[in-house]
């Protein structure tokens, strides 16, 4: 790094940092920053703290590669003291509950608690960019937060699939809710000691599996965060396991659609559908009205031919069960019985790890296998395992011979404990909690709708006008799983930060996508973020900037 760009971090910082702590009472450490660091060493109860060390400020840095475009960047941070630290299991076969916590020299009085992703199994560092930030943010750490995350009480190993935990009833059910509520605790206790105060205010962010733990922590423990910012969250989680192995099972044999096959169903989508919103830009910017009027059977193959430019019949029926309900014979938690399928939109992004559309999340770059292969979509990857370890428990089950009325009673349990799906947000809301919920409407790896429908049933449990006053739900077109494919970054920290502290409610946004460069992470194109149930509308200008469009429904 530059001497000019190292400068130009290190005034962000401390300009950021400043205007942060002006809405709450800022504390030092301590004089002795390190002496102080240090002292937070040991535990007599459950929760242990191995190592405490302070950290020097460090710079901006950003990879050549990672598995998402965020993950490139290593956000410019303070001085901090880095705190690992372990919960102790009840089960002495079930592995402890592993966390880190930040504790910035120069504190805030807030706190931003990290969620994590996919089955987790590894130790989420609050170190790096939270969901959906822009890339020419400071951290929140940068900014004077306390922040913090946890591996959910297991640990995965390289080369075992990342379900094997479930098969320990402990380390399940701290990946359910208990380890985000043991942590969170333990991280209230680490401010204390370190600051001599509590926090003033505490947020969540988390995004897919992260994403469901926010909204876990609004259910079960609504007392324990202020804001709470859920991006993607697989909430009705027993049903997307389901449903994501549904879909693959599918695509074996003769229903495996090739990338020219993917490309030709994209374009189809997107003739039918771009037009529709006034706009020549390449995006479909209202995915359910498309959703309704564009027809997979218009692909199809005449009689007796087959090619990348139509679809048999087996391709066909994989289609359509992806974008169809998956339907369960019994009621799960909260009175569901059903996954809504996927949407339409942002098939052909490209893959790169979780980055991507139907190659990365749905039909990798060859058929399903059993037991799952690398090269297989990550759905049949975690449905298939989830079959196996979480639900079956069953490693050697053949898949193809599931049936779930053979495990009705450890789907009731599991539903119980994942579904993050209960309505009644009433005691969040009456003690001034608020949420945002952000959906990608290209998103593969779990059902866009599932949130939306979720959200509704808050509306309706709560009333609209009631719901209105503590919570949103916004819907972003062409987005995958990972923020790729559209504008996807919001500074919703400051969004959450507002509302709560400042009585700011938010109003539609705006999303940009930036170029992985620093350090100007130049913004190539921008949109509105409509708040649920409008879309972006074009009106004129050019179609790369967020004022040539309005929200309407």
Known sequence: MTRKRAELCAWLVGAMAAMS??????????????????????????????????????????????????????????????????????????????????????????SVQYGGGGFNGVLITGLGLPPAYPFDKPSPLARG???????????????????????????????????????????????????????????????????????????????????????????NWVGLQHAGTRSGLVTMGEGWINP?????????????????????????????????????????????????????????????TLHGTYKFP?????????????????????????????????????????PPAPNNGIAWIYGAGGIQYVFARDPKLDVTTYKVEDHKARLLEVSKLMDSTDPDLGRFRGRGGRLIVLEHMADYAQS???????????????????????????????VDHVGSGAPANVDMLSALVDWVEKGKAPGDLEVTEQKVESPSFAVTRALPLCRWPAWPHYKSGPVTEAASFTCAP
């Open 448 to 478: 866009p709708y599932a949130g939306i429908r979720y959200f509704e049933s808050v509306e309706r449990k709560l009333g609209k006008a009631e719901t209105a006053e503590f919570a949103r739900l916004y819907t972003a077109p062409g």
């Open 260 to 320: 020219a096959q993917v490309k030709l169903f994209a374009d189809a989508v997107r003739t039918a559908c771009d037009k529709a919103d006034g706009s020549d830009k390449t995006l479909v910017h209202d995915p359910v009205a498309c959703k309704a009027v564009f027809k997979v059977e218009t692909l199809r193959c005449e009689a007796g031919k087959a090619g990348d430019q139509c679809l048999t019949e087996a391709q066909i029926k994989a289609v359509s």
């Open 21 to 110: 702590a002006s809405g709450a009472s800022a504390v030092t450490l301590a004089e002795d920053a390190d002496t102080a660091c240090k002292g937070l060493i040991g535990g007599a109860d459950a929760v242990k703290i191995d190592s405490a060390t302070l950290q020097a400020p460090s710079p901006l840095a950003v990879a050549e590669r990672g598995p998402t475009p965020s993950g490139r960047i290593t956000p410019a941070n303070p001085g901090f003291c880095k705190v690992l630290g372990h919960i102790d299991p009840i089960d002495p076969k079930a592995p402890p509950i592993k966390f880190q916590v930040n504790l910035p020299v120069e504190w805030n009085g807030r």
């Open 330 to 370: 019994f009621v799960l938690a909260n009175d569901l019985d059903d996954y809504p399928g996927w949407g339409v939109s942002g098939e052909d992004t490209p893959a790169f790890g979780p980055t991507g559309g139907w190659s990365a999340w749905w039909l990798g770059s060859a058929p399903p296998a059993q």
């Open 145 to 235: 937060f306390v922040t913090y995350g946890t591996d959910s009480g297991h640990e995965s190993k390289p080369g075992e699939p990342p379900q094997v935990f479930a098969l320990n009833d402990e380390a399940f059910e701290n990946f359910a809710h208990r380890a985000y509520k043991k942590v969170r605790d333990a991280s209230v206790a680490l401010m204390e000691r370190a600051y001599g105060k509590k926090p003033e205010k505490m947020y969540f962010m988390g995004s897919s599996e992260g994403g469901r733990e926010g909204l876990t922590m609004a259910q079960r423990y609504p007392d324990d965060f202020d804001g709470i910012f859920a991006r993607v969250p697989v909430i």
